[in-house]
C-alpha cells in the first residue's frame, strides 16, 4: 500500500485537493478531522486542554472556542507548543492505526491529509508527499478573509507554520493553488494519475 501524505499551509487550498482525491476515490485521514473528535466534550483531549487552558476557553454549552483558543495559541510560542504536546502524539496514534485499518482492508492508496505532518516530525509516516502551495501574497489574503483577521494577524499565523518554499523542497508532487480552482483540481488529477502508475509499477 501507498501512504501519501497531503500537506500545505493555512489557506493554501490543500481542502481542495484533498476532496478530489476523496471523489477520485482514495481513502483520506483527515488529521484535522481526528483533532476535532479529540476536543469533543468528554474525550481525553478536551479534558487535557481545558484542565491546562481553562474554562474560559470554553461556548456556553461547554464546547471549545476554537476561535477563542486560536486566539491564545498563536499569540504565545509556548501556549501553541503546549496544545500541540496534548493532540500531536494522540493524532498519531489514530492515523497509525487508520493506516493499518485501510491496509487490510486491501487499499492500494491511502492519504494522510495533515498541515502539520512535517512540522510535527511525521514525514517517515508516509511514502510520497504532495504539497500544495500558493503564492505568500495570496495565502495572506485568503486566510484573513476566511478567518476574518487582519492582514498583519494573517501573516502572524502563517509565520507560525514552515514556510510553503520550505516544504516544496521535501515534496514529491507540487500542486500549485495560485490561480483557480479548475486548475487546481486538473493538477489534483494529473497527481492522482501518477499515484496510480506507482501502484502498478510495484506490482510488475
Same mark, same amino acid.
Given at each position: 500500500?501507498l @501512504?501519501?501524505?497531503?500537506?500545505?499551509?493555512?489557506?493554501?487550498?490543500?481542502?481542495?485537493?484533498s %476532496?478530489?482525491?476523496?471523489?477520485?476515490?482514495l481513502?483520506?485521514?483527515?488529521?484535522?478531522?481526528?483533532?476535532?473528535?479529540? @476536543?469533543?466534550? *468528554?474525550?481525553?483531549? !478536551?479534558?487535557?486542554? @481545558? +484542565? !491546562?487552558?481553562?474554562?474560559?476557553?470554553?461556548?456556553?454549552?461547554?464546547?471549545?472556542?476554537? /476561535?477563542?483558543?486560536?486566539?491564545?495559541?498563536?499569540?504565545?510560542?509556548?501556549?501553541?507548543?503546549?496544545?500541540?504536546?496534548?493532540?500531536?502524539?494522540?493524532?498519531?496514534?489514530?492515523?497509525?492505526?487508520?493506516?493499518? *485499518?485501510? %491496509?487490510?482492508?486491501?487499499?492500494k492508496?491511502?492519504?494522510? +491529509?495533515?498541515?502539520?505532518?512535517?512540522e510535527?516530525g511525521?514525514?517517515?509516516? &508516509?511514502?510520497?508527499?504532495?504539497?500544495?502551495? &500558493?503564492?505568500?501574497?495570496?495565502?495572506?489574503?485568503?486566510?484573513?478573509?476566511?478567518?476574518?483577521?487582519?492582514?498583519?494577524?494573517?501573516?502572524?499565523?502563517?509565520?507560525t507554520?514552515?514556510?510553503?518554499?520550505e516544504?516544496?523542497?521535501?515534496?514529491? !508532487?507540487?500542486? +500549485?493553488?495560485?490561480?483557480?480552482?479548475? %486548475?487546481?483540481?486538473?493538477?489534483?488529477?494529473?497527481? !492522482?494519475?501518477?499515484? /496510480?502508475?506507482?501502484?502498478?509499477?510495484?506490482?510488475?
Amino acid at each position: 500500500m501507498l @501512504v501519501v501524505g497531503l500537506t500545505g499551509g493555512m489557506a493554501s487550498g490543500k481542502s481542495v485537493v484533498s %476532496k478530489t482525491l476523496r471523489e477520485l476515490g482514495l481513502p483520506i485521514i483527515d488529521a484535522d478531522l481526528i483533532a476535532r473528535e479529540m @476536543v469533543r466534550p *468528554n474525550e481525553i483531549g !478536551y479534558r487535557e486542554i @481545558v +484542565d !491546562y487552558f481553562g474554562k474560559k476557553i470554553l461556548n456556553p454549552d461547554q464546547t471549545i472556542n476554537r /476561535r477563542r483558543l486560536a486566539k491564545i495559541i498563536f499569540s504565545d510560542s509556548k501556549e501553541r507548543e503546549r496544545l500541540n504536546s496534548i493532540l500531536h502524539p494522540k493524532i498519531v496514534k489514530k492515523i497509525k492505526k487508520r493506516i493499518l *485499518n485501510f %491496509k487490510e482492508k486491501g487499499e492500494k492508496i491511502v492519504i494522510v +491529509d495533515a498541515a502539520l505532518l512535517i512540522e510535527a516530525g511525521q514525514l517517515p509516516l &508516509v511514502d510520497e508527499l504532495i504539497v500544495v502551495t &500558493v503564492s505568500p501574497k495570496i495565502q495572506v489574503r485568503r486566510l484573513a478573509q476566511r478567518d476574518h483577521l487582519t492582514e498583519k494577524e494573517a501573516r502572524e499565523r502563517i509565520a507560525t507554520q514552515m514556510p510553503l518554499s520550505e516544504k516544496a523542497k521535501l515534496a514529491d !508532487y507540487i500542486i +500549485d493553488n495560485s490561480s483557480s480552482v479548475k %486548475k487546481t483540481i486538473k493538477r489534483t488529477k494529473e497527481v !492522482y494519475n501518477r499515484l /496510480r502508475l506507482t501502484i502498478a509499477g510495484k506490482k510488475e
